[in-house]
Nanobody, 120 residues
Framework: VQLQASGGGLVQAGGSLKLSCVAS????????MGWYRQGPGKQRELVAS???????NYADSVKGRYTISMDNFNNTVDLQIDNLKPEDTAVYYC???????????????WGQGTEVTVSS
């Protein structure tokens, strides 16, 4: 199983970005997907997650600016970030809670990280 994240870059404050992540490989189901971020000198934090039934959770610090969506057919999760702020600067990591075969437990897989830099 592999997760490939994309979409990061350098953006001015107030701008927008869309991060995408696709899961590939051999598996039979995804329970939920989401995004963490780790800013300079900070701990990794969960910013948004979504279940395969559409239940969504956002960190308080991003509510109203971040929108997460999941495509169950294509095994992708997107994160639309609007009104970017310098404090959004971080490496963003996608994850997916995946079961590789029937009867096996779900396991978290991670993407390689995509960097978002917001200039003031």
């Amino acid at each position: 199983v592999q997760l490939q994240a994309s979409g990061g870059g350098l953006v001015q404050a107030g701008g927008s970005l869309k991060l995408s992540c696709v899961a590939s490989g051999k598996f039979v189901g995804i329970n939920d997907m989401g995004w963490y971020r780790q800013g300079p000198g900070k701990q990794r934090e969960l910013v948004a997650s979504i279940t395969n039934s559409g239940n969504i959770n956002y960190a308080d610090s991003v509510k109203g600016r971040y929108t997460i969506s999941m495509d169950n057919f294509n095994n992708t999760v997107d994160l639309q970030i609007d009104n970017l702020k310098p404090e959004d600067t971080a490496v963003y990591y996608c994850y997916a809670d995946i079961v590789t075969d029937w009867g096996r437990p779900f396991w978290d897989y991670w993407g390689q990280g995509t960097e978002v830099t917001v200039s003031s």
